[in-house]
C-alpha cells in the first residue's frame, strides 16, 4: 500500500537513497543544514553560550558535551579553557599533554605533591612527570574535584551498569579516552590516570575516599595553558557516584587565546617548588619557541 505522499517504488522517507554516487551526494547534501545540541559550533564565535566576560571573536573552541560523551583539541600555549557545568550533573573527567611532545603527559601524583595540596582548586597546577606545569586552574566557582579516583573503566560499569560499550548507555571512561587519543596517534597505553572536575571526592580520617557529589548547577573551572596542550575529555558518571543509575548532565567547553603563567602573576613563586616549575616551563617554552 502507498502511503499518502509518497510515489509506489519510492523508498521509505526514513531511508536513504545511495544507489549511486550522484544518489549519495545528493541524500548528503540534503542533511547538510542538520545540527546536533552536541556538535561543536563552527565558527567557536558562534557559541550561545558564550562566558559573559569572554568577547565571541577570541574563541577558538566552543563546544557542549553529550552526557557520556567526549572530546579532545589541540590548543596554544597561552589558551584559557573553561568548563561549564549548566545542571550540577557534568562530570568532566580530564587528561592534558604537552601537544608538542606527548609523551611528556599529566601526572596525578606529582600535581598533588608539587603543591603540597591534594585538592584541585584555583591556583592549583596540572604537572608533568617532567617537573613542567602543563596547565593551572585559575578559576574555580565549584570547589568540588578530585584527584584520587581517576575514570571508570570497562569492567567496573559493565559490573554496575551493564555496560560500558562507547556507543552504549553507560560508556565508560577508560573506553572514551581511548577513543579520543587514537584521534591523536595515541594508545591506551598512553593514557595516564585523570582528573576530574564538578564531582567531588574527599579523604576522610581513616582514609576512605567520600564521594561529596557537585556543587550544584552554575559552577565553572577555567584554566590556563602552560605549554601547547593537548586536551582529552570525558563527561561520564564519576566512579564513586553512589546513584545506582548512570547520571551524567551536558557540559560546555570554551577556549580562547591569552598569556600562559608569567613573573608577574603571584603564583609564579608562591612556593619554592611551584616557582621551579614554572621556570622549567618557561625554560622549554623559550628553548623551542613556543
Known amino acids: 500500500m502507498t502511503m499518502a505522499g509518497e510515489t509506489r517504488g519510492a523508498p521509505p522517507r526514513d531511508e536513504h537513497l545511495t544507489d549511486s554516487v550522484r544518489n549519495a551526494r545528493a541524500d548528503a547534501r ?22 559573559a ?30 568548563f561549564d557545568d549548566p545542571t550540577g550533573d557534568a562530570c568532566a573527567h580530564v587528561i592534558v599533554y604537552n601537544a608538542a611532545e606527548p609523551v611528556e603527559r599529566l601526572n596525578v601524583a606529582d600535581t598533588q ?11 592549583h597546577p596540572l604537572l608533568s612527570g617532567d617537573g613542567r606545569v602543563l596547565a593551572t586552574i585559575v578559576a574555580d566557582s565549584s570547589g568540588h574535584h578530585d584527584a584520587f579516583c581517576g575514570t571508570s573503566t570497562d569492567a567496573f560499569n559493565e559490573r554496575k551498569y551493564g555496560d560500558a560499550r562507547p556507543e552504549g548507555p553507560a560508556p565508560s571512561g577508560r573506553a572514551l579516552f ?19 572536575f564538578f564531582q567531588g571526592v574527599r579523604v576522610a580520617a581513616d582514609g576512605a575516599l567520600v564521594w561529596r557529589g557537585s556543587a550544584g548547577a552554575g559552577t565553572h573551572v577555567e584554566l590556563v595553558a602552560e605549554l601547547p596542550l ?10 564513586l557516584d553512589p546513584r545506582a543509575d548512570y547520571v551524567v548532565g551536558p557540559l560546555r ?33 623559550e628553548a623551542r619557541g613556543l
Open 253 to 285: 567547553v570554551h577556549a580562547w587565546r591569552g598569556a600562559p603563567t608569567g613573573p608577574a602573576d603571584p603564583r609564579f613563586a608562591a612556593t619554592p617548588e611551584l616557582h621551579r616549575a614554572y621556570l622549567n616551563t618557561v625554560d622549554y617554552r
Open 53 to 82: 566576560d569572554v568577547d565571541p571573536a577570541t574563541l577558538v573552541w566552543a563546544e557542549t558535551v553529550a552526557p557520556g560523551g567526549y572530546t579532545h583539541k589541540v590548543l596554544a600555549a597561552g589558551s584559557r579553557l573553561r
Open 178 to 196: 581511548v577513543k579520543a587519543a587514537a584521534k591523536h596517534g595515541l594508545a591506551r597505553r598512553d593514557l595516564p590516570p585523570s582528573v576530574s
Open 113 to 123: 605533591k608539587i603543591p603540597w595540596q591534594a585538592y584541585l582548586g584555583a591556583g
Open 230 to 239: 593537548l586536551v582529552l575529555v570525558a563527561n561520564v558518571a564519576h566512579p
Open 30 to 51: 540534503a542533511q547538510g543544514g542538520q545540527t546536533s545540541a552536541w556538535m561543536p559550533y563552527l565558527p567557536a564565535s558562534s557559541s550561545p553560550f558564550c562566558p
